[in-house]
């Protein structure tokens, strides 16, 4: 990847790409999208700190000395910065070495961060005479806590010798565009999704509210309030139900979700979103939660998770929070809706799963809808694709809250050629995990009447 800042700035893949959705990753990407080429651009700079050491010595007149406490190390920093450039070093008081390369930003869920690129395991390197002090381990720190990366340098070489056009950009099938951010496409959104193989660009701009498409999840007219959805294509189901004051949903795709509020707001017959669950707190899964937010809903969440969402909106929002003992639950005449975190949760800390049911629901009745997202992604042929680990868990979870075998799974991911293609039989997850669940007549578990 050949990447250049200034103003004729671009980040092109001369090998290869970094997409999970690529048919063949081996093929080289070209040009980056403008967004994801800024995030690529800003990454070089804060990784490179060589480079941005003699910056600062080239610019010694302009740069901006000052200070900062970190409370979670207890430690003061000297800091330098060098205008125009969004980026803060941070000089260890006791060495004078760079500690940290810090980007402040602003994330949709956790509210004004910081994303340190961190400096350490420093050891002395010679080169011509030359001395220096040089970091053979470099971390990716999120607010200080989160390790987002971690890596050692093997091996320095300096001053190597390149072929002549290697740092030029391949024949690229995409145009060149200059590099640019925006509040929709923050770095910390681009991050996220590209440093997981799950940036595939923008979200298109042409989807609108037409774009939703919307099904019961049980076809034969049982529960028609239990509904899936996904907006312009299926790479995220949710679950909408309907209740006679309001709407529930599952999850908060960001981009998507402002899509959903509007489509709600033409399509519900003037009922409005009043919860928005989300299945856990992965920018994927809620990033939209502060559209939903906006337009008057509740957050529901499990207790450990109200830290995770307290920046939301400014912290301005409506929050019901549950836990293991008493889940969230919800009903009104026609149908009911709950939610269940455990403390062994799966995929993330706070990752939940939630099901709908008619009011009374016994065996003898149709329509146990359970959602869950990144555990159990349904797909046809008997190999599954899914964490098989995670699925056992959260199989047992479901068995010790009395799900019954016959509910109908939904997968937030997924392709199936069931509902809106990502539904199956939970009996049949269960068979392809090894989990031998239990009927309900044989456990006494055949009813969710309340």
């Known amino acids: 990847m050949v990447v250049q800042s200034g103003p004729n700035g671009f980040a092109c893949f001369n090998k290869g790409q970094n997409s999970f959705f690529a048919e063949d990753p081996s093929q080289p990407l070209g040009f980056a999208d403008p967004f994801l080429a800024d ?9 490179a700190l060589p480079h941005l ?26 800091t330098l910065q060098m205008p125009g450039l969004d980026l803060l070093l941070l000089i260890d008081r006791s060495t004078f070495l760079p500690f940290a390369v810090r980007a402040p930003e602003n994330h949709l869920i956790f509210g004004p961060s910081t994303s340190d690129m961190i400096f350490f395991n420093y050891t002395n390197v010679s080169f011509d005479g030359h001395h220096m002090r040089f ?8 607010n200080t806590v ?59 701009e042409q989807f609108n509210s037409s774009s ?11 529960t028609p309030e239990i509904m899936n959805l996904f907006v312009g294509y299926p790479d995220y189901i949710q679950m909408l139900v309907e209740m006679e004051d309001g709407i529930i949903i599952t ?29 856990h707190h992965h920018r994927d899964h809620a990033g939209g939660v502060g559209d939903i937010l906006a337009a008057g809903a ?10 995770l969402y307290a920046n939301v909106n400014g912290g301005d929002f409506k929050v019901i929070t549950y836990n293991e003992e008493k889940p969230f639950i919800l009903k009104d005449r026609k149908v009911q809706f709950a939610s269940f975190w455990h403390p062994r949760a799966a995929h993330a800390e706070d990752w939940v799963f939630s099901v709908a049911a008619p009011a009374c629901w016994t065996d003898a009745s149709s329509g146990f809808a359970l959602f869950n997202a990144d555990v159990v992604s349904p797909g046809s042929g008997p190999a599954a694709r899914w964490d098989t680990g995670y699925a056992r868990g959260f199989l047992l ?52 009447c309340y």
Do not use: C
Request: glycine share 6%; charged share 20%; hydrophobic share 35%.
């Open 146 to 204: 989160s390790v987002i990366e971690d890596f050692v340098i093997d091996e320095l070489t300096v001053n190597p010798k390149f072929e002549a056009d290697f740092f030029s950009p391949s024949n690229s099938t995409i145009s060149h565009m200059d590099p640019r951010s925006s509040s929709d496409y923050p770095r910390s959104e681009v991050h996220e999704f590209f440093e997981t193989g799950l940036w595939g660009g923008p979200f298109p």
């Open 298 to 307: 509740a957050l529901v969440i499990p207790e450990v998770a109200k830290p």
């Open 53 to 78: 050491l003699k910056s600062f010595l080239e610019n010694q007149s302009s740069l901006l000395l000052s200070s900062v406490v970190e409370k979670n190390y207890d430690a003061e920093f000297t």
């Open 251 to 279: 999850d908060a795709p960001a981009f998507r979700s402002r899509i959903v509020v509007e489509w709600v707001k033409k399509n519900m017959g003037g009922k409005k979103i009043t919860h928005v669950v989300p299945s």
């Open 39 to 47: 995030y690529l651009i800003h990454s070089a700079q804060q990784l």
């Open 212 to 222: 939703v498409q919307i099904a019961p999840v049980f076809h034969n007219g049982s």
């Open 397 to 448: 979870d479901a068995i010790a809250d009395g799900i019954p075998k016959s509910a109908t799974l939904i997968g937030a991911h997924g392709s199936s050629e069931i509902g809106l293609g990502t539904q199956d039989s939970l009996a049949h997850v269960a068979e392809l995990a090894g989990v031998p669940y239990p009927d309900p007549n044989t456990t006494g578990q055949h009813k969710w």
């Open 135 to 142: 970091p053979h381990r470099i971390q990716t720190l999120y």
